[in-house]
């Protein structure tokens, strides 16, 4: 009972991952984010009806307004922070801090403390679209804004900015070939500390279209059994922008294997799925699709999920036929059958788990 118990939570959980993660065609490539994955300082302002400058006071949670840059003018003089809602460390008396109050929520919480210059820093990020205002244009151009203040001196801004771009369509990150250095990307790759960042730097090297960043990329991909799989998912779709043959035959191979690692599997259909979002690269990758779904069934629920994603019905008959194969598991067989019958009727379904 308790293998069979296992055993169906290890399906339910891979199914949810697969059901209820959308791969929709221009999202962000490999969840990429950055250093602790904190929201950027502009989707917090987005997300908040009312943001305001405020000045910390001798109390602890206490700050006293001196500036709005987003919302209703009508806000007290003093506001006072939930404990819950304060960081780790107080903030100094006097120090200036931007806080942020949610539409549903009547409690203010602090999104980033600042300096006097940057006070209208905030105002220009507060003017901003929200990203669900964005068209593909509008997020090239924001990825530009942004690109310009990566290596800002001013953590508080390099911050926000990885973050930004971290978050952008791939059709946007790769807008920025040749806006930034390749050889000071790859500085900051060198750098024990940038670590969490990796998985950004190694995506929009691979976008620069540099000879020396090709090369860079090559040298990595020696290793990419060995990396995290979000780092993993970004060099190897770094990888397919260079050299996109030696980059399949290498996916190929991994994915005919079946003792190849799940967290690789993944990272490598993250990179084929960035790629495939492409309308100048989608042939391509549905070419190695229909290859691989005779040669490795058990990923057919990887490959009929992208499928799906971008309308490509003309593999339906493959994909039914290698369902039913030995060693396709439950989820894959759910996953294929889903595309099979959206196929049929020529438009995607909406799959829920109970």
């Known amino acids: 009972m308790g ?41 917090q302002i987005g997300n908040a009806s009312t943001v305001v400058v405020a000045r910390a006071t001798q109390s602890p949670r206490k700050f006293r307004i001196v500036g709005i840059l987003k919302g209703s003018s009508r806000v007290p003089d003093e506001v006072q922070i939930a404990a819950v809602d304060m960081p780790s460390s107080s903030f100094a008396p006097g120090s200036l801090v931007a806080l942020g109050r949610h539409p549903l929520l009547t409690n203010w919480t602090p999104i980033a403390e600042v300096s006097e210059e940057h006070v209208d820093w905030l105002k220009r990020l507060a003017a901003m679209k929200r990203e669900s205002e964005l068209d593909k244009e509008g997020w090239r151009a924001r990825a530009r804004n942004f690109a310009a203040e990566l290596f800002d001196p001013a953590p508080l801004v390099s911050g926000n900015a990885r973050r930004e771009i971290a978050a952008a369509p791939y059709d946007a990150i790769r807008s920025l070939a040749g806006r930034i250095e390749p050889a000071r990307i790859m500085a900051e790759l060198a750098r024990p500390e940038s670590g969490p960042d990796a998985a950004l730097y190694l995506v929009l090297l691979g976008a620069s279209a540099d000879s020396s960043a090709a090369t860079y990329i090559k040298e990595r991909a020696r290793s990419i059994r060995s990396l995290p799989e979000r780092d993993a998912a970004a ?66 629920g990887y490959i009929a999920n992208d499928l799906q994603a971008w309308r490509v019905w003309a593999l339906a008959p493959r994909v039914a036929d290698v369902a039913g194969s030995p060693g396709v598991d439950e989820s894959a067989r759910l996953l294929a059958g889903v595309y099979v019958r959206a196929a049929r009727d020529g438009q995607p379904v909406e799959t829920r788990t109970q």
Request: proline content about 7%; aromatic content about 8%.
């Open 3 to 43: 293998d069979h118990l296992a055993k169906r939570a290890s399906f339910v959980a891979a199914l949810t991952t697969l059901l209820l993660s959308p791969f929709e065609a221009g999202a962000c490539p490999v969840c990429l984010g950055t250093a602790n994955d904190t929201p950027s300082i502009v989707r």
């Open 235 to 300: 060099l190897f779709t770094a990888w397919l922008e260079i050299d996109t043959p030696t980059a399949l035959e290498f996916a190929g191979r991994m994915l005919r294997e079946t003792t190849t690692p799940t967290s690789l599997v993944i990272a490598l259909f993250t990179g084929l799925r960035t790629q495939g979002d492409l309308p100048d690269k989608r042939d391509r990758i549905v070419d190695f699709y229909r290859g691989l779904i005779a040669d490795a069934p058990m990923r057919v």
